[in-house]
């Protein structure tokens, strides 16, 4: 192992204890919680690097990145999709990716259960909402989130497997877990409305995924923590 890989593969062990720790603040199991490691702007060395250390989920953020990297990487990976899906884009995702985690309205949701229709498939994803209601973000509002809810668990070819959320990118701490909040008590809005599991919730990113995993995340997607800074993007 050079020490590149060592380095990440200490990056990771450090990312693990955090999660266990947090997951025993809230009273469960670190294995509750999956890892998804951001891998955006790094090449295909830093995948197999980060999937040699045990974290076997990889998230990208645009859909040509993803699709370069998933052609290269030659370690076995489950790929995330946690950017905006363009609704001209999804044939080039669906079914071949683990889970589109950034649905973001019921528009892109029925162009991907027609796709996944055509192909024979069921595409797994998570119905992103805006609980900060920063104009930056995609998704939902929150008022919006059962009926939209209700509308993906109609889509016969979709996997509707639960909630996705960003935190805001201002504010402290408590603005924070009030989003987080937010999502878990629309998670369990929407299973009542719909009738689904919806085991899934995605939230918390490297600056703040202790408090999601406290506040119920199942998947927590994270970069900079496992990867060090982000090279400059070229151009």
Known sequence: ??????????????????VAAAASRAGRPAEAVTIVAVTKTFGPDMVEAIARAGIGDIGENRVQELLTKLDAVREPCRWHLVGPLQRNKAGKVVGRVHLLQAIDGVRIAETVDRIAGERGVRAAVLLEVNTSGE????????????????????LAHLDFRGLMTIGPLTGGPDDT????????????????ATGLALPELSMGMSGDFEAAIEEGATIIRVGRVITGDRPEPVG
């Open 1 to 18: 192992m050079n020490s590149a890989h060592t380095h990440i593969a200490a990056n990771v062990a450090r990312v693990r204890e955090r």
């Open 135 to 154: 104009a930056s973000k995609h998704g939902v509002a929150p008022g919006e989130t059962v009926a939209a809810g209700e509308a993906l668990a109609g």
């Open 177 to 192: 877990r009030r989003c987080f909040r937010q999502l878990h008590a629309l998670a369990e809005e929407t299973r009542r």
